[in-house]
């Protein structure tokens, strides 16, 4: 692709007028740039690697002065040659191809048979795949004209979630009669700044009593989350919000026709987790969850008299479990 651009260049130069104009006095070369530039000798060394030759002390007189203007590179030159002078103005999105592109039109102002020649042979040291180039003469109504390379970075494809199945044991508060043991299974799909989790949990039989009877309660449910994600390294904190469906079991004991129920449980949830990575695919973590009942089961011992509360979940609830957890696909 160099080669195209060069071509390009070499094209226009030898089509474009010539301004006589004296360049400034002083060395055979000026090169005015900023710090970020290549300096003049660098300029120099690739006026003679195309050329194939060092420069003669008389041989060239050029004078050129880089500005930049919103992230956008140019130089106007003045080029003398024996008894041909010219003045030329070059733009271009980097710094290292503009002066390049100077090298190669003072090349070609020297001796354009041998600067074609060497085009083959040598390729631009810091010319970038995507630099455009817009050569033009200020001397002469001439169109500019650019040459732009082809870009040969390959497209970007699309990310794939990672896939994730978690296991963790703990226990829960609130939703049961006393602390219950706590087993959560979860799957989740996650990119680099979020993720969506589906999980279970269920909750260990636990038992209130009252005089004349008592119930035990047991809770299953499913989950949904939608997560923010927040990684340093090997650390990885979820931070997830959701919704809870699932159905509370209470057994009646020690009361006349005592009976089991089921009423439907639904619930809003926030949780915070806190991953750590101790192999590629496999991590070690915690995870709090709390739960604020939306529709939640109550049990009574009704016998002759007025009914008697048994037992009614905690307005919040809440877990805490510890486990691990396998990525697919993690990169």
């Given at each position: 692709m160099t080669l195209v651009a060069d071509s390009l260049v070499l094209a226009m130069f030898v089509t474009a007028s010539h301004a006589h104009a004296e360049p400034a006095e002083g060395p055979s070369?000026?090169?005015v740039a900023p710090a970020a530039c290549p300096g003049v000798e660098r300029l120099r060394g690739a006026i003679e690697r195309r050329l194939g030759r060092p420069l003669a002390d008389d041989e060239l007189r050029l004078s050129g002065v880089v500005a930049n203007d919103l992230d956008a590179w140019?130089?106007?030159?003045?080029?003398?040659?024996?008894?041909?002078?010219?003045?030329?103005?070059?733009?271009?999105?980097?710094?290292?191809?503009?002066?390049?592109a100077a090298a190669l039109i003072a090349a070609v102002s020297l001796d354009a048979v041998q600067a074609a020649t060497m085009l083959e042979q040598v390729a631009?040291?810091?010319?970038?795949?995507?630099?455009?180039?817009?050569?033009?003469?200020?001397?002469?109504?001439?169109?500019?004209?650019?040459a732009t390379l082809d870009d040969d970075d390959p497209p970007r494809q699309r990310r794939t979630p990672t896939i994730s199945l978690a296991f963790a044991g703990g226990v829960g508060v609130g939703a049961t009669p006393a602390v219950a043991a706590a087993v959560v299974v979860q799957t989740g799909a996650w990119w680099r700044r979020g993720g969506?989790?589906?999980?279970?949990?269920?909750?260990?039989?636990?038992?209130?009593?009252?005089?004349?009877?008592s119930v035990t309660v047991q809770l299953g449910t499913a989950d949904l989350r939608g997560c923010g994600r927040f990684t340093r390294g090997a650390i990885d904190v979820p931070l997830c919000a959701?919704?809870?469906?699932?159905?509370?079991?209470?057994?009646?004991?020690?009361?006349?026709?005592s009976r089991t129920r089921v009423g439907l449980w639904l619930g809003a949830l926030a949780s915070l987790e806190l991953w750590?990575?101790?192999?590629?695919n496999l991590d070690l973590g915690i995870a709090a969850t709390a739960s604020v009942p939306l529709q939640r089961p109550s049990f009574q011992?009704?016998?002759?008299?007025?009914?008697?509360?048994?037992?009614a979940p905690?307005?919040?609830v809440a877990r805490v479990v510890a486990g691990i957890r396998v990525m697919f696909g993690r990169r």
């Open positions: 070369i000026s090169w140019s130089v106007t030159l003045q080029l003398a040659t024996g008894d041909r002078t010219s003045t030329r103005t070059l733009a271009a999105a980097d710094c290292s191809a503009l002066t390049e631009p040291a810091a010319a970038s795949p995507s630099t455009s180039i817009a050569p033009r003469d200020v001397s002469a109504p001439v169109a500019p004209r650019a969506l989790a589906l999980g279970g949990h269920w909750l260990s039989p636990r038992t209130a009593a009252v005089a004349g009877g959701g919704v809870e469906l699932g159905a509370m079991r209470g057994r009646g004991s020690a009361a006349p026709s750590g990575r101790v192999h590629r011992l009704r016998s002759p008299g007025p009914a008697v509360a048994v037992f905690a307005p919040v």
